[in-house]
């Protein structure tokens, strides 16, 4: 069998477990909108993973944040800047000029299907290493032996809940850090933080809790998939 990363997911959602609000918008989940926990946790990580959907929409730039975490990446002899990866079907209308592309030194890698044209992967290949695989969603097993072969040991995913629920589907996810925010954003269509086609009864995923921290705005939780 091929290795992978370790794989842990760093999300925030609100009370109601929603990413973001029925606009597609980043939204704060709690009323402090402190992101410290997701910038902590990706000074311990070689790679960033976002989906396609979260690349389009919030165009994140995955940076490490503050000096302190820098200097704490230093100690652990890694690279300042994270790879930066994203999983897309169609990336016919995803743009290059934004943050996830630009920022930082780090290696840029996509993972996309053959319903991307040539002409944009010859574009993307300008700014990114480009994996095109299967025809119309992306094997992600396949994909994070590729980026364990590419030197990732440890992959901190932040979302959004197509992409969780994939991997989760897939057995590829090892822990689950959540930030529960203390605001409920409500919306029947509004990303969740597990989307998807949704588990059958015999196939719910078990996790085992390991830590909360209550905090004046959000619960700090942290799980691990029972296998
Ligand atoms: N609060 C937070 O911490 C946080 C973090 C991240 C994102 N977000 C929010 O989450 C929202 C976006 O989430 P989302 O669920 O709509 O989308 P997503 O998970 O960001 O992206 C899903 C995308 O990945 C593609 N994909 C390709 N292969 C896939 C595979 N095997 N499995 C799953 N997806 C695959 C999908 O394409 P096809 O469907 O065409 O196959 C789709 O384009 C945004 O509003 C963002 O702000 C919030």
Redesign the pocket.
Known sequence: MKKRPFVFL????SLDG????YK????P?SSDDNRDM?YDMRVFADAAM?????????D?GLMIKGDKRIKQRKKLNKPLDLVKV?????ANNLKVNGDFFNRGDGEKVI???K?TSDDKIKELRKKANVFVM?E?????KK?LEILYELGVKSLLV??????????L??DLVDEINL?IGNLIIGGRDT??FC??DGFGKLFFKKVKFLEVIKKPNCLILKAKIVK
């Open positions: 760093c999300t925030g959602m929603k990413l973001s609000n597609k918008e980043c939204v989940i997701l976002v989906g396609g959907n979260t690349l389009e929409l919030d994140p994203s999983v897309i079907s169609n993972f996309t299907t319903e299967g119309k969603k992306v094997n992600l994909a932040e979302g959004g809940g197509e992409l969780i629920f994939s991997l589907k897939d930030k990303t969740t989307d998807g």
